[in-house]
């Protein structure tokens, strides 16, 4: 784990708000100067602590409409296998998280698709065309209650 200290943990929090803002806006709120500011954030950009800054788009807006979560077991647990999975589901534009799991499931995915037929669509030639896949479990998103990408930084 990475030292941070308080002003590190400010920058951090504001950042994780709006990462659009400019460093003398940033270093104005967290109560800095703007280079040593602009430095901090240069540092934890290169220890990676900061990994990347990206818009985040609004679904609705783009067409997206279903979030689905599958549960996924595979037929083998072989090292190349799980490798094999793992990169099919990493280059697939519709999988947004995949997560190897304890317990009853091998993988969580969270699938994102503008539509139910798209997402069948996925799931029969992406998942059971894989002969890797065993199982899958849907769970289809109702309501959005929260989504954040701010990590808590106390």
Not at 96 to 122: N, P, R
């Amino acid at each position: 784990m990475i030292e941070l200290d308080q002003q590190d943990k400010r920058i951090l929090h504001v950042l994780q708000q709006d990462a659009s803002l400019t460093s003398s806006e940033i270093a104005e709120r967290v109560n800095m100067s703007q280079s040593p500011c602009w430095r901090r954030i240069k540092r934890l950009q290169d220890l990676g602590v900061i990994k990347r800054q990206v818009a985040i788009l609004s679904p609705e807006a783009v067409g997206i409409d279903i979030v689905v979560f599958a549960t996924v077991n595979l037929a083998a647990q072989s090292n190349q296998d799980l490798m094999s999975f793992e990169k099919s589901m990493s280059v697939e534009p519709l999988v947004v998280e995949c997560y190897t799991m304890a317990g009853t499931w091998d993988y969580m995915l969270k699938i994102i698709t503008k539509d139910i037929k798209s997402y069948e669509h996925f799931i029969r030639h992406t998942l059971t065309a894989n002969p890797l896949v065993r199982e899958i479990h849907s769970h289809i998103a109702v309501t959005e209650i929260k989504n954040s990408t701010a990590l808590p930084i106390d």
